[in-house]
């Protein structure tokens, strides 16, 4: 296949040889992949992004609680300081982008529906970093489109290097992943090279390296949402980072090898499984005695 990748070197070089950006080479790969045309791609996530925008609106404006209260409402709460930014340290983009962010990990716990990018348990990360800038830039929704793609670029670079799944890889392969999916794509919505994509990942996926996968009764709530929020924030610092003129020292291919390593040594206990980290903290013992699962002591 012409636009086939697997590493951000492939990605580097194709995108040399054809002139053009990650997004673009996103999609021709996909065409190519699924063996249909550009068109259907596009309208395939353009898809994506309309289901995303729903989510984002109905969970910004929902005070609901899950069904054991672990979660909801915060994202609302978040949403509101958008009145009142005195109290607040961060601008109005990272706000947003932690309120957007929330707002999708509270519909997924309350079974709305979400788009997992690249996973449900990470869906928070990019749209709330893209979809906050997009706002910011008044980039339009083709931006915001190419935006995604280079962010799924990044995806598949990592699903083919090391892997996106929390049981595989723990919440660095979650939520990690998405905060360099996002970090890459908001680059490129600032119209950044190829080399400041990749660093602004590398620099977001190296400081979520060993994240472990300890959700509360294996439910997809705590930490995770909030875990989402701060991985924006951490997301939108790299990309700050790399528009300042900042490198990653190491290429990320070689953060994502470390990850396959880190994930291959990583204990069960820290890989979905609800045994351990938060999990098996006194608070994560007693959601799983109202869930009636066994504790490990
Ligand atoms: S803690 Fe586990 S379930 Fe929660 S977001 Fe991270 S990987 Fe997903």
């Not at 978040?78 to 990272?94: E, F, I, K, P, W």
């Not at 529906?113 to 990470?122: E, H, K, N, S, Y």
């Not at 790399?242 to 090898?257: N, Q």
């Not at 820290?270 to 903290?281: Q, S």
Request: hydrophobic share 45%; proline share 3%.
């Amino acid at each position: 296949m012409e636009y086939e990748f697997t590493t951000a070197a492939d990605i580097k070089k194709l995108c040399s040889k054809h002139k053009i950006k990650i997004s673009e080479l996103a999609k021709r790969y996909e065409s190519e992949r699924a063996g249909v045309s550009h068109v259907v791609v596009r309208n395939r996530m353009k898809k994506t992004r309309d289901v995303i925008w729903e989510a984002i609106e109905n969970g910004i404006g929902n005070k609901k609680k899950s069904d054991l209260k672990m979660s909801g409402g915060d994202a609302a709460k978040m949403y509101a300081q958008l009145t009142n930014m005195r109290d607040m340290m961060s601008n109005r983009v990272c706000v947003r982008a932690m309120a957007y962010a929330l707002a999708i990990g509270e519909q997924n716990a309350l079974m709305g529906r979400i788009a997992a990018f690249p996973t449900a348990g990470g869906a928070g990360v990019v749209p709330g970093v893209l979809f906050s800038s997009s706002q910011h830039f008044h980039a339009g929704k083709r931006r915001l489109l190419r935006a995604m793609f280079c962010a799924s670029a990044v995806g598949i670079v990592i699903a083919s290097g090391a892997t996106i799944s929390a049981a595989k890889g723990g919440c660095q392969a979650e939520v990690g992943a998405a905060a360099a999916m996002a970090a890459a794509g908001l680059i490129e919505m600032q119209n950044g090279t190829v080399e400041q994509c990749f660093d602004a990942a590398a620099i977001t996926l190296k400081s979520y390296l060993g994240l472990v996968c300890d959700p509360l009764g294996g439910l997809v709530e705590v930490p995770c949402i909030k875990r989402n929020s701060i991985a924006a924030m951490a997301a939108i610092g790299a990309g700050d980072m790399v528009m300042a003129g900042i490198k990653s020292f190491v290429p990320f291919d070689e953060v994502v090898r470390a990850m396959k390593n880190i994930a291959e040594t990583m204990s069960p206990k820290l890989r979905e499984t609800a045994l351990g980290g938060l999990a098996a903290t006194p608070t994560g013992n007693k959601i799983k005695k109202k869930l009636g699962l066994p504790i490990i002591k």
